[in-house]
């Protein structure tokens, strides 16, 4: 996660300032629903700016976002879509979809079209269709949904390596909490952009509970 400025927005390579900044976000679903997680360095450059930083979020109820990328970008966009989920639930008396926060998502990052330094995992439990869901939103907006798992950030190669050997769609809670406590540990041992506590959460019918590390 980059702590860094833009200084050039206009001359900003995207795609390979993303690749420089450093973090580990996990998305995974199991047979009750998601596991949202990551860990709590943020960096500007080579330098450790936090050891504590907050990049795990509650959404609503049913839906939790992860970033990576520049923090102050993502940071405004999770906190525009936590404002329209509420707006959304004073209006309607519902709890809005996982799959309508992850739109919010991509129209908010599609609006400012390379603009947002921002990669984000959007998980939840859709009470509509009974079952966890994914998406991953990128820094151009698309939306793709995935049925198994996503890994974003520069350890998320060491995290993919252990998840993809693993996993499973029926993997029980405790199967699914403790592999991703090994793709974390995995990115944070191998990864240098990667470090510190872990911050995970699970989304179910039963709604969000966090299960380490969630400071929010």
Known sequence: MSMETKKDSANLSMPS???K???TTIGLKYKDGVIIATESQATAGTFIASTQAQKLF???TY???TMSGS???CQFVINQIRALSNIREIDTGKVPSVKYIANLVRNIVYSGRGYYLALLIIGGF???ESKGKLYGIDFVGTLFEEDSFLSYGSGSPYALGVIEAEWKPELTEKQAIDLVKRALKSAITRDSGSGFNFQIV???KDGFHPIEGYMD
């Open 17 to 19: 300032e993303i690749i």
């Open 21 to 23: 900044t450093g973090t």
């Open 58 to 60: 509650k959404i609503n």
């Open 63 to 65: 839906s939790a976002a």
């Open 71 to 73: 923090v102050a970008d």
């Open 126 to 128: 859709s009470e509509e």
């Open 202 to 204: 699970k989304i179910t």
